[in-house]
């Protein structure tokens, strides 16, 4: 029987990089992965790190997501040197844009919250400005918020790296299920596996979208469910288009591979990870809108993933109550890349010290524990 201090479960960014950071506390920990290293959300993702819009910002997630920027640039140099493994971080603009005075209103209502954030550029631009950046931009565009310190990775290149270096320092991946937890009291004594058990005093759960899978080892309801999203990558004409170009949840951009990335969509279909004709043609049409000149773009490649999300649409982060040392990790939603490196660091601390400097409150796995009536 196999035996570890640290077990954690689930091998996306979450739990490779509470590895990274454990290991880099001289901590090594045993990464259980049911199909393999990031080949799920974490290996298709766009990877787009945009800390200052998005669900839940301004709001409990702006704190994690300033968090999650300034990690991610500084393992932007850490894990490359590290490893020899390029992630292809890059700083890059974003334009988000308006067709309609209610997407100006809207846009423009977030805009002074983003000024105020240090590290970033923030402003309004008309819609003859926003085609001076891009010039493809659509010309029905009467509109949009340009906001520069914003960045893009390449999230399976960063997973392998990160999991690398881990490695590297005494972490180690071994491929399996879990099925639960063997505990003595409050503390976990086992993690259980289809075949076998591992030995171990403390245990991470990175589940991602199969998170609610631990509701009935932990005794404790985890309301998380998978959100399906989709991305195209083509062969587009003309020249890269150099920034990230939205629009309400869509988005494009050229990518270091050189294909046109363009996604996504956000869909309620449980487990189902297969791509779709429908969600091709409904990211197609975003982008067509958004930048005209693509129209003629070829598909060279579909992916579908699933992405964690809670019920309330916050994260799922810090200890579990009624153990010891079991802590859990997810629901980041569209934002885990992003939020990925903080979840991992604050998860980390919390084993090697028992303590975050990121606030956590908000994010505790009882607040879904049902009160007796």
């Known amino acids: 029987m196999a035996s570890s201090g640290v077990v954690i479960v689930g091998g996306g960014i ?68 590290e490893t020899g493994i390029g992630i292809d971080f890059r700083v890059r603009r974003s334009l988000a844009l308006a067709f309609t005075d209610a997407e100006v209103q809207r846009l423009q209502g977030a805009l002074p919250w983003q000024q105020r954030q240090s590290g970033y550029v923030s402003r309004w631009l008309d819609g003859d400005e926003a085609r001076r950046v891009e010039p493809r931009v659509s010309e029905e565009a009467i509109g949009a918020v340009s906001i520069e310190g914003g960045a893009d990775v390449e999230p399976y290149r960063l997973v392998l790296a990160l999991t690398r270096a881990a490695e590297a320092l005494g972490a180690s ?80 951009t050229t990518k270091p591979d050189g294909l046109l990335w363009a996604g996504t969509t956000e869909e309620e279909a449980g487990f189902d990870e297969e791509t779709t004709r429908e969600a091709r043609d409904e990211i197609g049409a975003a982008l067509v809108k958004m930048l005209p000149a693509m129209a003629d773009a070829r598909v060279v490649h579909q992916t579908a993933c699933l992405r964690p999300v809670a019920s309330d649409g916050l994260l799922l982060l810090g200890p579990v109550p009624g153990f010891d040392s079991v802590y859990m990790a997810t629901g980041a939603g569209r934002k885990g890349i992003l939020l990925g490196p903080a979840m991992g660091r604050a998860v980390a601390d919390l084993i090697l010290t028992g303590k975050s400097t990121l606030a956590l409150d908000a994010f505790s796995p009882a607040r879904f524990a049902r009160v007796p009536r």
């Open 173 to 252: 991946v071994r491929h399996g299920r879990i099925t639960g937890l063997r505990r003595r009291g409050g503390t976990v004594t086992h993690v259980v596996l289809e075949r076998g058990e591992i030995a171990c005093d403390t245990v991470v759960l990175a589940l991602g979208p199969w998170s609610a899978e631990a509701s009935s080892w932990l005794d404790l309801p985890i309301e998380v469910r998978p959100l399906k999203g989709q991305i195209l990558r083509l062969q587009a004409p003309g020249p890269p288009v150099p920034c990230s170009v939205g629009w309400g949840h869509n988005y494009a």
């Open 14 to 81: 979450v739990g490779v990089v509470t590895a990274y950071y454990l290991a880099k506390a001289g901590v090594a920990s045993v990464v259980v992965e049911r199909d393999a290293i990031g080949s799920h959300a974490s290996g298709f993702a766009y990877g787009g790190l945009s800390p200052v819009t998005g669900a839940g910002i301004p709001g409990p997630l702006a704190g994690m997501a300033q968090a999650g920027m300034r990690l991610h640039h500084e393992l932007a140099e850490s894990v490359v040197a």
